[in-house]
T-cell receptor, first 114, second 113 residues
Framework: AQSVTQLGSHVSVSEGALVLLRCNYS??????LFWYVQYPNQGLQLLLK??????LVKGINGFEAEFKKSETSFHLTKPSAHMSDAAEYFC????????????FGTGTRLQVFP | DTGVSQDPRHKITKRGQNVTFRCDPI?????LYWYRQTLGQGPEFLTY????????KSRLLSDRFSAERPKGSFSTLEIQRTEQGDSAMYLC???????????FGSGTQLSVL
């Protein structure tokens, strides 16, 4: 069975500082990996995804993530945090070639201080 | 706005009552998913449709839950004899055949008193 673990339910950074949100996955088949962001009172929005090919993927709003098979990780980073990045971030995994059913982590709430 | 509409946005009901939620997908999207999200948790998969066929149901979907997608367009999720533990955000997501991206609606927040 697939699963996702997000280390740290809350992360706080100063504006301009590096953002690092951690995600580790478990999958018996090659995974598809996703990061979604949820702003208050809004639906989930896709930040970026990894399916095949280049292991460093770039997403919207300056975020990027690197798929590391040896570490079963897909950590999300942004070089310089902005106040507008404050939100809940979810890592998710699905089976390649499957129903595309997503299995989500428990989320990490990012706070950005001025 | 992702183009996926959910109605109502909020629903307050008394324990034991039946409730029904609706999801209107992006018109060309043939795949539709229902998820449930409780406070402090990530969304949990409930069920999945391809066109009008319900292809997968989670163990979370008890006998009190039923979902339909007549004619492969909008979908409804009904909860019978609601319990306080059903209180959650119910999310709908859709995608097209060849697009590896789910579009989520804003959800229906259910509160069972």
């Amino acid at each position: 069975a697939q699963s996702v673990t997000q280390l740290g339910s809350h992360v706080s950074v100063s504006e301009g500082a590096l953002v690092l949100l951690r995600c580790n996955y478990s999958s018996s088949v090659p995974p598809y990996l996703f990061w979604y962001v949820q702003y208050p009172n809004q639906g989930l929005q896709l930040l970026l995804k990894y399916t095949t090919g280049a292991t460093l993927v770039k997403g919207i709003n300056g975020f990027e993530a690197e798929f590391k098979k040896s570490e079963t990780s897909f950590h999300l980073t942004k070089p310089s945090a902005h106040m507008s990045d404050a939100a809940e971030y979810f890592c998710a995994v699905s089976e390649s070639g499957g129903t595309d059913k997503l299995i989500f982590g428990t989320g990490t709430r990012l706070q950005v201080f001025p | 706005d992702t183009g996926v509409s959910q109605d109502p946005r909020h629903k307050i009901t008394k324990r034991g009552q039946n409730v029904t939620f609706r999801c209107d997908p992006i018109s060309e999207h043939n795949r539709l998913y229902w998820y449930r999200q409780t406070l402090g948790q990530g969304p949990e998969f409930l069920t999945y449709f391809q066109n009008e066929a319900q292809l997968e149901k989670s163990r979370l979907l008890s006998d009190r839950f039923s979902a339909e997608r007549p004619k492969g367009s909008f979908s409804t999720l009904e909860i019978q004899r609601t319990e306080q533990g059903d209180s959650a955000m119910y999310l709908c997501a859709t995608r097209g055949q060849a697009i590896e991206k789910l579009f989520f609606g804003s959800g229906t927040q259910l509160s069972v008193l």
